[in-house]
């Protein structure tokens, strides 16, 4: 089992619509989350990062956990034509090394 | 500085080559990554630094890849003896230091090996 799993994609969605993307990890005792955005041939650029239980918004993102179920997600609402990237989800441990899911391909249509 | 410089933005070495990466992290940063990008999106996590110090080193092919962090130097990756394998986008990343939580990380432009 992978130790970061994100759902694969593409996902393909209108421009003004929600984009959901899903992550789920698989050591309990991961600390930190992360969501990257990444566009083709670019550096990973930091989105979101949330540690607690909960929803934490910022701006048209909002990012969810939930440990019990060891699952991270992220909202982007209104979408738009320059969102289309690819989404990272990273989990950290205590060693503070982050571990990749596979990332998300977000195509927005015009 | 207030970004994650790396350099160089390209390099080419042939196979068997030596190749060295730089990477002067955001100033005030006490923590410095390094990760390889291969195929499309797999990261996989080299060696970490606390200040000059080697932080975890559990990724890190020992036989031909070394890292340092020297004071009032850039960082550096090197790798001995290249292979076809080797060719991928090598990100560095710095952090500020521990606050109670895990800092996220900043990353670089990436350097893209290529290995002919």
């Known amino acids: 089992q992978k130790e970061v799993e994100q759902n694969s994609g593409p996902l393909s969605v209108p421009e003004g619509a929600i984009a959901s993307l899903n992550c789920t990890y698989s050591d309990r005792g991961s600390q930190s989350f992360f969501w990257y955005r990444q566009y083709s041939g670019k550096s990973p650029e930091l989105i979101m990062f949330i540690y607690s239980n909960g929803d934490k918004e910022d701006g048209r993102f909002t990012a969810q956990l939930n440990k019990a179920s060891q699952y991270v997600s992220l909202l982007i609402r209104d979408s738009q034509p320059s969102d289309s990237a690819t989404y990272l989800c990273?989990?950290?441990?205590?060693?503070?090394?982050?571990?990749f899911g596979a990332g998300t391909t977000v195509t927005v249509r015009a | 500085g207030e970004e994650v410089a790396q350099t160089p933005k390209h390099l080419v070495r042939g196979e068997g080559q030596k190749a060295k990466l730089y990477c002067a992290p955001i100033k005030g940063h006490s923590y410095v990554f390094w990760y390889q990008q291969v195929l499309k999106n797999e990261f996989k996590f080299l060696i970490s630094f606390q200040n000059e110090n080697v932080f975890d080193e559990t990724g890190m092919p020992k036989e031909r890849f070394s890292a340092k962090c020297l004071p009032n130097s850039p960082c550096s990756l090197e790798i001995q003896a290249t292979k076809l394998e080797d060719s991928a986008v090598y990100f560095c990343a710095s952090s500020p230091p521990f606050q109670g939580s895990n800092q996220p990380q900043h990353f670089g432009d990436g350097t893209r090996l290529s290995i002919l």
């Open positions: 990273a989990v950290n441990l205590w060693d503070y090394k982050l571990s």
